[in-house]
């Protein structure tokens, strides 16, 4: 298990691979498919530095925070696998969800030195891995708001890295099941 901290460095994210098992601690980002096209939409306007944060070397989760807890959402939305090339451009290393995602997606992560990671679809683990939490922009969206959580030992998995994908059809497909 490899254990990381936030925010990231390229180089931990250039020695990660396929099918690393890894835990992250520090800040983790939520978002889904409202609250990462905002992002994009502020990122692409330059009023990204109007919301007082930093995307470098961050880590952005596919949810909602809610008093139910958090688990993954499908990352392959249509909402908000577009927002992944743009918030990797901005600095976010690794984006955590679940589901496979386009070539096309796996490719702008590659260029951007950004990875993909899936996350165990267990929601009371991840429940207990958060030390904070706290709304910290579009709160007009409730539950899925930008948050920023405080975690500690928060486990994932690595799924695309360097343009190689645990959801490549054919070949040693097989090989890649978790």
Same mark, same amino acid.
């Given at each position: #298990? ?140 409730? #539950? ?35």
């Amino acid at each position: #298990m490899l254990r990381l901290v936030t925010p990231l460095s390229q180089d931990q994210i250039n020695n990660l691979k396929v099918l690393d098992n890894i835990t992250i601690s520090g800040r983790i980002l939520t978002g889904r498919d409202v609250v990462l096209p905002k992002l994009v939409r502020i990122i692409e306007n330059n009023g990204f530095k109007d919301l007082k944060l930093s995307l470098e070397g961050s880590v952005i989760f596919h949810t909602a925070v809610s008093p139910a807890g958090i688990g993954p959402t499908s990352s392959n939305k249509v909402d908000i696998e577009s927002s992944i090339p743009a918030l990797s451009k901005a600095g976010v290393k690794i984006h955590l969800g679940k589901g496979s995602l386009s070539r096309a997606t796996v490719q702008a992560l590659k260029e951007h030195g950004s990875l993909f990671a899936i996350t165990p679809p267990v929601s009371a683990l991840f429940g207990a891995k958060v030390r904070k939490q706290r709304a910290i922009a579009f709160l007009e969206e409730g #539950m899925e708001a930008l948050h920023e959580l405080e975690v500690v030992d928060f486990p994932a998995i690595i799924a695309i890295a360097h343009g190689q994908s645990i959801f490549d059809q054919g070949g040693d497909r097989h090989e890649y099941l978790i």
